[in-house]
């Protein structure tokens, strides 16, 4: 049986229009994205979304903009027409210098070809609105219709895939398109404060934010609005340029931690993007104060020149490529540093509101005796309190580990000095006398609960501290200084170790060879393929060398970063630092304690230890007052 002739044939424009479909047109919250994003091209200022079924059975988007005219509408749904690009005074087109969130041409004719579009637009001008309908790729003439404002267009799309029905069987559930839908919506006014949006179903809204400036209190606003009060508490702002590059927006403190990425919020020239680089910067920022399992809170947006980044690497426009990736992914890691640096020793607000919300309160089973008077609203002031008199209850008063003496000898007798300093046997400074300390940000130390926690207070409430992730923190902190002024000791091997990574791998591995020679790595290339060894951190000890290598080559990959060696550092320093700290269970006197607290104080992030968790919880007095009653 011979073979058939193979021949080559020419697709109908139906068919190209329904594969061309399946690359913009995903999932419901796909559509939704294309049309908002048409509307803010069209200078929109109000886009209210509504939808049902998870966007199955319709999607509405009305919006205020400039809207389309009679003329326009049957072009604007042809393949590869749009309003968005124009030739330059030589004829050429352009693409790498697009301001537009829209530029392909493809959204409306891709969702007419796989669903019944309508378009209901309007312009300031024009006498009434005009209706122009799609239904599986077939365009009706535009007929005239009611105004329905000044000026702007409603998009309805009902029965999404109709046409396409195998693709329905690969959506997901309701609730599922619903959410991909909602994060789609809150990420486009994350990047555009200045348009109000309204998110929901015909019956019921789920999102309603006013427009915002489009400054930095407004996208605090309009971020606060969406991740909430917590998120605008617990972040701190960031604004720094770098040649032409601008980075702005909020990081949250790394207390303030998900056990996701699904909340860094990453915008390009107020694009909302998922970009490898910028989440394999946001990561290297962090991995200094966060567990490998935890992940930062971010909204970051980076500005730059058009003709600087690439948008047309993708046909939903979520990822882009820039020109010069090492300077955006040094700004965004140099900027986070700083700016959680500046944070000095705060700690995630969060915290103490778990505190509170966890506190019992409830009826005291101690018998009224002395002189208390309900009409005088409380006990005399010669009230005595009851373990005064009564030995049964002394006990409860003498719980503490320790209490603060007003001595304030330094632990043990033992203090040296270094530049005027005095430091007792466990390196902390010791503190003058006569010094009001609780008007220091951490208080002053008054008792140590179970020989794990201090009790310190401050001007307006109380701060409790755990003394063995606080100092493990300080001293994590003065490792890492000692490495940066003497550099990275390393060990030479007797015998070079030859890894085979692959031509690839070893190509990706030689490029960085000057970055992880300063960490202490020295690699040389041997022949095809394959790296030699010669010298190795002298912190890492005995090691795996070829794991190692294996593991950098696929961080390189990831996030353009050798993460796994300065993971690996942060783990034996982190180790170490934790061996070489005050231990929970060791009493501490009133020196130590405070000599602790004005430290910490003293020490960038020391409100969390080496893996993110808090070192210390601060309870406001009046948040004291309202658990009693006061008021």
């Not at 003329?71 to 050429?92: F, M």
């Not at 005399?380 to 209850?393: H, S, T």
């Not at 190795?536 to 050798?562: C, F, H, K, N, W």
């Amino acid at each position: 049986m011979s073979a058939l002739p193979i021949t080559i044939r020419r697709l109908p424009n139906e068919t190209v229009n329904r594969i061309a479909a399946g690359e913009v047109i995903e999932r419901p919250a796909s559509v939704i994205k294309e049309l908002v994003e048409n509307a803010i091209d069209a200078g929109a200022t109000q886009v209210d979304i509504r939808y049902e079924d998870g966007g199955r059975t319709l999607i509405s988007i009305t919006d205020d903009g400039r809207g389309m005219s009679s003329e326009e509408l049957p072009i604007a749904v042809e393949r590869h027409a749009t309003s968005k690009l124009s030739p330059n005074s030589q004829g050429d087109w352009d693409l790498l210098n697009i301001s537009t969130m829209g530029f392909r041409g493809e959204a409306l004719p891709s969702i007419g070809s796989v669903a019944r579009l309508s378009l209901l637009s309007q312009t300031v001008d024009s006498d009434s609105a005009w209706d122009l309908r799609v239904e599986g790729g077939k365009v009706m003439p535009p007929k005239p219709a009611a105004r329905f404002g000044l000026h702007g267009t409603r998009v309805e799309v009902r029965d999404l895939f109709y046409a396409t029905p195998a693709r329905l069987k690969f959506l997901k559930s309701e609730r599922s398109e619903a959410m991909a839908i909602s994060d789609t919506v809150k990420r486009l006014a994350m990047a555009n404060p200045h348009v109000g949006m309204t998110l929901g179903s015909t019956s019921r809204v789920s999102l309603k934010l006013a427009g915002q400036s489009d400054d930095m209190d407004g996208r605090l606003a309009r971020l606060a609005g969406i991740l909430g009060e917590d998120f605008s508490a617990n972040a701190v702002p960031i604004n720094q340029i770098r040649e032409d590059i601008a980075l702005t927006g909020f990081a949250g403190l790394p207390t303030f931690s998900r056990g996701n990425s699904q909340h860094q919020y990453l915008f390009v020239n107020g694009r909302p993007v998922k970009d490898k680089l910028l989440h394999g910067a946001v990561r290297g920022a962090y991995q200094d104060y966060l567990a490998r399992d935890r992940h930062a809170v971010v909204a970051l947006y980076v500005d730059l020149p058009q003709d600087h980044v690439d948008v047309n690497v993708h046909p939903a426009k979520s990822e882009v490529r820039f020109r010069n990736p090492g300077l955006v992914r040094g700004l965004i890691v140099k900027s986070l540093r700083h700016a959680l640096q500046e944070a000095g020793h705060r700690a995630s607000t969060t915290v103490s509101d778990y505190a509170l919300g966890r506190i019992q309160t409830g009826q005291s089973h101690m018998p009224l005796q002395g002189n208390y008077s309900p009409q005088r609203g409380g006990y005399a002031p010669n009230y005595q309190p009851p373990y005064r008199n009564d030995p049964a209850l002394q006990p409860l008063v003498d719980g503490f580990s320790a209490k603060v003496e007003e001595s304030g000898e330094a632990f043990d007798g033992a203090s040296s000095y270094e530049g005027g300093q005095a430091y007792n046997s466990q390196g902390y400074p010791v503190q003058g006398q006569g010094e009001d300390l609780t008007a220091k940000p951490l208080g002053a130390a008054r008792a140590q609960l179970h020989e794990t926690y201090v009790v310190a207070q401050t001007l307006d409430g109380i701060v409790i501290v755990d003394q063995h992730a606080a100092h493990e923190r300080l001293v994590y902190e003065r490792m890492k200084d000692a490495m940066r002024g003497k550099g990275v000791e390393r060990q030479a091997l007797l015998i070079p170790d030859i890894v085979e990574l692959g031509e690839t791998d070893a190509a990706r591995l030689l490029e960085r060879a000057d970055e992880l020679a300063e960490m202490g790595l020295n690699i040389e290339p041997f022949g095809t393929g394959a790296v030699a060894v010669r010298e190795t951190p002298a912190l890492l000890g005995e090691m795996d060398v070829q794991g190692l290598l294996r593991d950098l080559a696929d961080d390189i990959s990831e996030y353009d970063e050798a993460l796994s060696l300065k993971e690996k550092f942060e783990h034996v320093c982190g180790t170490m630092a934790c061996h070489g700290s005050v231990r929970a269970g060791r009493r501490l006197n009133g020196s130590e304690m405070n000599s602790l607290l004005r430290q910490m104080e003293a020490t960038p992030h020391s409100g969390q230890c080496n893996h993110g968790r808090p070192t210390y919880v601060e309870l406001k007095l009046a948040d004291i007052e309202r658990l009693f009653g006061r008021r």
